[in-house]
T-cell receptor, first 110, second 113 residues
């Protein structure tokens, strides 16, 4: 069964304290891995798509990386405005649908 | 550019009533997805359309749920009759095609009492 697991469930960091969020996946072939950011009361906002192991994408303080079994979202010197829930999703080869993980709630303390 | 538009943003209804949620996808996108989000189960795909045609409705929980897409710029998700366990946030998302990233609307928070 295709599955996406994110860890940790929640993470509290001080402003400027860098860290990484993990997304582990088990799929029958990967046709894309997506990262989204979701603020309270809003819909998920698209951040990155990764397609193959070794690929990296960056946007401001965020960098997403991909291996054959997991993806990391690295947050460098985060600011309070980076506080949000970060969702990972995968698209298996066999399907047009994407499967979401349950997310990591990130809280950056000023 | 306008993003995905959903209405209403909030809906409170009594058990047994019919509920209709509406979605306008981004212009030019030909794939549309309906999701439900709860704390317990996260984001779950209910149904998706390609070029206005329903492709997979295996996520629709029961026959009480139905969805239509009469044209490229409008879709509805209907629950009849509604039950308290249907309380959740319902999102609509669209994409340029099923192989691409999806763009989400702001959601409709449904409360069934």
């Amino acid at each position: 069964e295709d599955q996406v697991t994110q860890s940790p469930e929640a993470l509290r960091l001080q402003e400027g304290e860098s860290s990484s969020l993990n997304c582990s996946y088990t799929v029958s072939g990967l046709r894309g891995l997506f990262w989204y950011r979701q603020d309270p009361g809003k819909g998920p906002e698209f951040l990155f798509t990764l397609y193959s192991a070794g690929e990296e994408k960056e946007k401001e303080r965020l960098k997403a990386t991909l291996t054959k079994k997991e993806s990391f979202l690295h947050i460098t010197a985060p600011k309070p405005e980076d506080s949000a829930t970060y969702l990972c999703a995968v698209r298996p080869n066999r399907d047009d649908k994407i499967i979401f993980g349950k997310g990591t709630r990130l809280h950056i303390l000023p | 550019d306008a993003g995905v538009i959903q209405s209403p943003r909030h809906e409170v209804t009594e058990m047994g009533q019919e509920v209709t949620l509406r979605c306008k996808p981004i212009s030019g996108h030909n794939s549309l997805f309906w999701y439900r989000q709860t704390m317990m189960r996260g984001l779950e795909l209910l149904i998706y359309f390609n070029n206005n045609v329903p492709i997979d409705d295996s996520g629709m929980p029961e026959d009480r749920f139905s969805a239509k897409m009469p044209n490229a710029s409008f879709s509805t998700l209907k629950i009849q009759p509604s039950e308290p366990r249907d309380s959740a946030v319902y999102f609509c998302a669209s994409s340029p095609g099923t192989y691409y990233e999806q763009y989400f609307g702001p959601g409709t928070r449904l409360t069934v009492t």
